[in-house]
């Protein structure tokens, strides 16, 4: 019974031999602009930070403006600090969507493509230098708020990393050189999708 479950998650060697080609060295950090389209607010919402990579489930994401905020994953252990409130503490076992969304990056970042297609299903259009995979949760439970996760990128590097919920809303995260390219006004999901393809 195992056997056919282990190959429909196999990706496909060209997807494999991308994700490969992406792990990242350790300690990694990047800049990072995110877009957030939240249906609530009338309009986009901006941040700008870095991302850290410290390992196999050792993540961060700090955020500079508009606000200051640092959230930091070590295995299943979250902290998130921010300088005018109590630093909060919770375990990654309380929110198993956010757990599977986070051993999805880790995977991704650590290069680990067997791993990330346990916890997806992986699509990959591959376009001379630049590409673009989608990941599509496996899990019911993080499916029915999280429509996929796309990352597109040029040569070994990811370029951006765009999360598609269930319920409409999106976040667009631009990175490295990217980061500080000036947004298109406004702001829209397609407008940044094709920042993201650019060559």
């Not at 590097?157 to 990217?178: H, I, K, W, Y």
Request: charged share 20%; proline share 8%.
């Amino acid at each position: 019974i195992l056997l056919p479950a282990l190959l429909l998650a196999a990706p496909t060697p060209d997807a494999a031999n991308l994700i490969a080609r992406l792990k990242r060295p350790v300690p990694a950090s990047t800049a990072y602009t995110e877009v957030r389209f939240v249906h609530q607010l009338t309009r986009p919402l901006v941040l700008r930070g870095e991302l850290d990579y410290g390992g196999a489930g050792k993540l961060g994401k700090r955020v500079d403006a508009p606000y200051r905020e640092s959230t930091t994953i070590s295995g299943d252990n979250v902290t998130v600090t921010r300088p005018d409130r109590t630093t909060k503490h919770f375990d990654l076992e309380r929110a198993p969507e956010l757990k599977t969304l986070m051993g999805g990056f880790s995977a991704l970042l650590g290069g680990d493509a067997a791993a990330l297609a346990a916890l997806y299903v992986i699509s990959h259009v591959d376009n001379a230098r630049d590409w673009t995979l989608t990941l599509t949760p496996r899990d019911a439970a993080l499916s029915a708020h999280l429509k996929a996760f796309v990352i597109d990128g040029s040569g070994n590097e990811p370029r951006c990393f765009t999360l598609q919920q269930a319920n409409g809303d999106a976040s667009v995260m631009l990175l490295g050189p990217l980061a500080a390219a000036k947004l298109p006004q406004p702001p829209t999901t397609a407008a940044l999708a094709t920042l993201c393809r650019a060559p």
